[in-house]
């Protein structure tokens, strides 16, 4: 059974809807073009750019980064953590922690995922996407100005294990892992 509630201004993701595919995922989010709450962890209320009311979950965590050195899932993970002083557990061993799969993963774990941006956030990009490579890509957003988003990122354009930032448009498909 698919457990999914599309309302006009939110998507509600409950586990039942897990595996489902990230591209599934991501199609879904961008077409309510607001957020994504998995129905476990704790929660927390902040406000999305946009000034819209987002419900913030503090999913399930770990004790350590559990990226691997180098990528920008380790970098990722990182910044969440500076950030946050939380690991987040956003890997399935069914999807090999690939970034594409961390929209799914995310909210199967309790973290909130929107398709809206916002700074201190994770940014998902799927294969393709803004440059991402095969596997996906992800990276932390520093800031959001109108339709453009900075973000801090390892192993992208600039190459493996190196940290750049870039201020780039976000293709529509991308979405974002709020910190809480």
């Known amino acids: ?5 599309l309302t006009a201004t939110s998507l509600l993701l409950t586990a039942s809807t897990f595996p489902a595919t990230a591209a599934t995922a991501n199609r879904a989010l961008t077409s309510s073009a607001a957020s994504t709450s998995a129905a476990v962890g704790g929660t927390a209320v902040g406000s999305d750019t946009a000034g819209d009311a ?9 004790s350590y980064n559990e990226g691997a050195q180098g990528y920008c899932t380790w970098w990722a993970i990182d910044q ?10 956003f890997f399935d061993p069914a999807n090999n922690g690939n ?16 398709g809206t941006p916002r700074a201190d956030s994770i940014a998902v990009f799927l294969p393709g996407v803004n440059g991402a490579e095969s596997d996906g890509h992800v990276a932390w ?37 709020l910190a809480p």
């Open 80 to 89: 969440f953590h500076a950030d946050t002083d939380l690991y987040p557990n």
């Open 141 to 177: 957003v520093t800031a959001v100005s109108g339709p453009h988003i900075t973000i801090t990122e390892m192993n992208g354009p600039a190459g493996w294990n190196v940290v750049d930032t870039r201020t780039i448009t976000p293709a529509p498909s991308v979405t974002y892992i």
């Open 54 to 62: 987002t419900v913030v979950t503090t999913g399930h965590t770990l």
């Open 1 to 5: 059974m698919m457990a999914a509630v």
């Open 99 to 114: 970034a594409e799969y961390w929209t799914t993963d995310a909210a199967y774990n309790g973290w909130t995922v929107t």
